[in-house]
């Protein structure tokens, strides 16, 4: 076990260090250099020059992303040149918003495809299991910022209930906040549940069809606790492996719907500084959610060994 | 039991939508929509039409005012005098009072422009100061502003954004927090929510402003914005909307729709510097093959109006040319065989997106093209890329812009300029038009100015360096009982000083 959290701890470092350098990498080949962004149309190339030379762009690329690394590695992720603000604390006062919405979010998708994915399952080729599949497949299919948009249309603008967007913030209260976050989770959510709802009902067949279901079921158990306890729990694995990449999926998907509902999350932080290529704040944030996949796998892997005791890790 | 649990929470979290709404905003209060955030509020050091969107004539003003119609007006200079069109007195308004409390001066003036003046701070457009060789303070209210030559857009380019009034003990915190003589003070920016501004009750023109507070809404999407108007979260977007959303949000009682005139002209720019766009006969021959009107209507819905050349509607010297060269594709043809094209030729068109009528008006305009058997290949690019390798800008070391056509708006008044520029990315060279429009840079007379103007685009219509296509609209969707709202938008602004409600 010692031997395999060092492994992990290892290549979550690795990982960390690939991506943050491929990053620095692809943002200083894109044209549009942060110099010529903050001279504008008119400024002239000495001024320009005179500016890279302050700002250090002139270096070679290798120099300047070991200062930066060594300064991140001190905990020091920079200015933002667009805000004047520490990147550290721009990621801080984001958080509020993205890590609830990807909880939330989260919760929904879980929520909705174990049940529909066993579901599914246990009417195998019947009319349950076909609608719900005809469902899962028009999830996939519909983009987010859409499903986001109709959300919009359907309980902001007919029925009034929510904010149409923007976040009340937390110090308004706790159900004011939770309810701006609440339209963009679903669409988050429930969208990306479509693919978790294939898998949950694939691997709840598979074990379905194990000896020792037909055992159960042969001595009489009743069938909820035959697909409970019996076959739920030997198909997560499967399942946990999926909603693991779909965590991911969800980051990525917070990207484009804070912008349709007007969140002040990492996202849209990310989105705004590729555009005015503010550095600091695209290595900042990459960073941080590279950490946060990594972790999330690391968490998924954790969790198989919990799962499946016949798992063991060395 | 935990999905009944779940139940629960869903039904609690629903419940608690269906509390009664707040109480109704107060009646002098405002929430505006910006589709993107300022990427910093100083606009001496970005020329971001979102910066001035909400600081220019709300937190900063400057010596001179642009009116809502388009006329210069005294501002917090309430007069001003010269004799020789070189020195420029300007008579302070007394007793205006930054939003820190200490009253204007002129030693502030002097500040500003010399700091603007001054290379090393990065002003957007250093070149609006060049002319200037010396501010003298004569007393706390008066100061002369020393021209090398005459220079008839001088006054122009002190009532531009980049020439506000700030008091210099602010000049360290003007990219987060800008003091400056405006009607509202900065009260909050939210990084990536919003920004709220409050009233100053200070403000040196008695009875305004009208709304108390002024909030800022970034919603970048078109679509998340006239939701958000149904929805009644926003009051007034200014520039987030499309035509085909207005004419959506027209059939609604409750909005008022103003389709105003602008100075962004969209161009089909060529390079005239690259075959084939180096022969005027192709020039001209691009500019019959257009149709126009159907261009303005597949593209902004009929909204805004056909152009001949680069002078915009608002543009005192505005001549209506857009019949001068008349859509006609049999002559479009024939130019093109005389040109050496008799089968047309492969062309290139660069757009960005983050413009959208970009890539509407490009389809629009290949589809026309083809029938004069120019076969337009459509490229969309990203942004900073098409500012630096399209519009070729000078920071980033560009040399020759790599294009052969591109459609932009250029939305700067005045921006018939450009084309007495040979460096600039249509790379349009002819002395005759130069040394024109120097002649009129220095001609302070209005009828010979006029006239000058005249010649001016009657040569671009001759030359054809680019095909000029639409104005822009200005497109203003508000709540009916809104008030205050420029019709027009002679420059970069979102005025709310007289803006208020009604009952």
Redesign the interface.
């Known amino acids: 076990m010692r031997r395999y959290v060092l492994r992990r701890v290892a290549a979550f470092v690795a990982t960390l260090f690939f991506v943050s350098a491929l990053v620095f990498i692809v943002i200083r080949i894109?044209?549009?250099?942060p110099?010529?962004?903050?001279?504008?149309?008119?400024?002239?190339?000495?001024?320009?020059a005179?500016?890279r030379e302050a700002m250090g762009l002139n270096r070679p690329l290798l120099v300047q992303y070991a200062d930066w690394l060594t300064r991140a590695l001190r905990g020091d992720l920079g200015t933002s040149i667009?805000?004047?603000?520490p990147v550290g604390r721009?990621i801080v006062?984001?958080l509020p918003v993205t890590l609830p919405l990807m909880l939330l979010a989260a919760f929904f998708m879980v929520?909705v495809a174990l049940?529909l994915g066993i579901f599914a399952a246990t009417r195998h080729r019947r009319l349950g299991d076909y609608v719900t599949m005809v469902i899962s497949q028009l999830g996939i299919a519909v983009p987010s910022?859409w499903a986001g948009?109709l959300l919009?249309?359907l309980f902001?603008?007919r029925l009034?209930?929510?904010?149409?967007?923007?976040?009340a913030?937390w110090d308004e209260g706790f159900?004011p906040a939770?309810?701006s976050l609440?339209l963009p989770a679903i669409a988050l959510g429930f969208f990306q549940a479509a693919v978790l709802i294939r898998a949950t009902r694939s691997a709840v067949l598979d074990v379905l069809r194990e000896d020792y279901v037909r055992t159960a079921r042969a001595k009489g158990v009743r069938e909820a606790l035959v697909v409970v306890k019996h076959t739920f729990r030997n198909a997560m694995i499967p399942v946990v492996t999926v909603a693991g990449l779909q965590l991911g999926q969800l980051i990525a998907g917070s990207i484009i719907l804070e912008?349709?509902?007007?969140?002040?999350?990492l996202g849209?932080?990310a989105l705004?500084a590729i555009?005015?290529?503010d550095l600091p704040v695209v290595q900042g944030v990459t960073l941080f959610v590279a950490s946060s996949i990594v972790a999330i796998n690391f968490a998924v892997d954790l969790a198989y060994a919990m799962l499946d005791p016949r798992i063991r890790y060395d | 039991m935990i999905?009944r649990a779940?139940a629960l929470v869903l039904a609690l979290?629903?419940a608690?939508?269906?509390?009664p709404?707040p109480a109704a905003a107060q009646s002098s209060t405002l929430t505006v929509q910006a589709s993107?955030?300022p990427?910093?509020l100083d606009m001496t050091?970005?020329?971001a039409s979102a910066t001035a969107g909400v600081v220019f004539y709300n937190v900063q003003e400057a010596l001179v005012k642009v009116d809502k119609h388009g006329k210069l007006v005294p501002w917090l200079a309430e007069r001003w005098h010269t004799s020789d069109n070189k020195n420029y007195t300007f008579f302070l308004k007394k007793g205006v009072r930054f939003h820190n409390g200490r009253e204007l001066k002129a030693a502030d003036v002097k500040f500003v422009i010399e700091r603007a003046m001054n290379?090393?701070t990065?002003h957007?457009?250093?070149?609006q100061y060049r002319s200037i060789t010396d501010i003298i303070v004569k007393d706390d209210y008066t100061v002369t502003i020393a021209l090398k030559e005459t220079n008839a857009n001088f006054l122009l380019y002190m009532a531009r954004a980049g020439s506000v009034i700030y008091p210099r003990e602010a000049v360290d915190t003007l990219?987060?927090a800008p003091i400056g003589t405006g009607p509202f003070t900065l009260q909050e920016w939210?990084?990536?929510?919003?920004i709220i501004l409050k009233k100053n009750p200070e403000y040196h023109v008695k009875g305004l402003p009208k709304l108390d507070r002024v909030t800022y809404?970034?919603?970048?999407?078109p679509?998340?914005v006239q939701?958000?108007l149904?929805?009644?979260?926003v009051d007034v977007s200014f520039f987030g909307l499309g035509p085909e959303h207005v004419v959506d949000l027209k059939k609604d009682a409750r909005f008022q729709v103003i389709v105003g005139d602008t100075t962004n002209d969209v161009i089909l720019a060529m390079n005239n510097s690259k075959k084939p766009y180096s022969d005027v006969k192709v020039r001209r021959a691009m500019t019959h093959a257009i149709n126009k009107p159907d261009v303005l209507k597949g593209a902004m819905f009929g909204m805004g109006k056909i152009l001949g050349t680069n002078v915009d509607p608002l543009n005192p010297y505005y001549v209506d040319m857009s019949s001068a060269v008349p859509y006609d594709p049999a002559k479009a043809k024939k130019l093109l065989a005389e040109a050496g094209y008799p089968n047309g030729f492969d062309t290139v068109l660069k757009v960005s997106p983050t413009y959208y009528y970009t890539v509407r008006t490009g389809e629009i305009l290949a589809d026309q093209l083809k029938k004069v058997g120019v076969n337009v290949k459509i490229e969309q690019i990203?942004?900073?890329?098409w500012?630096?390798?399209v519009?070729c800008?000078?920071?980033?070391?560009c040399k020759e812009p790599e294009y052969d056509l591109t459609i932009i708006g250029h939305a700067e008044s005045w921006d018939i300029a450009n084309y007495a520029n040979p460096k600039y990315y249509y790379r349009y060279d002819s002395k005759k038009f130069q040394d024109l429009f120097q002649k009129s840079e220095v001609t302070l007379e209005d009828k010979a100015r006029r006239e000058q103007y005249v010649s001016l685009q009657r040569m671009l219509v001759e030359d054809a360096p680019a095909v000029w296509l639409y104005m822009h609209p200005r497109l203003v969707v508000a709540k009916k009982n809104l008030t205050g709202i420029w019709k027009d938008l002679p420059v970069p602004s979102a005025d709310l000083s007289e803006v208020g409600w009604t009952k």
């Open positions: 894109l044209p549009g250099d110099a010529a962004v903050i001279m504008g149309t008119e400024g002239s190339p000495e001024a320009a005179r500016l667009q805000y004047d603000v721009l006062t984001r929520f049940p910022f948009l919009i249309l902001s603008v009034g209930w929510v904010q149409s967007g923007g976040f913030g159900w939770l309810r609440l912008s349709v509902f007007a969140l002040p999350g849209r932080l705004n555009t005015a290529r | 999905y779940l979290v629903f608690a939508s269906f509390d709404a993107t955030e990427p910093g050091a970005t020329p290379p090393e990065k957007p457009n250093p070149n990219k987060s939210v990084r990536g929510d919003k809404r970034f919603i970048a999407d679509n998340a939701a958000a149904k929805a009644g979260d990203e942004w900073n890329q500012l630096d390798r519009f800008r000078p920071a980033s070391g």
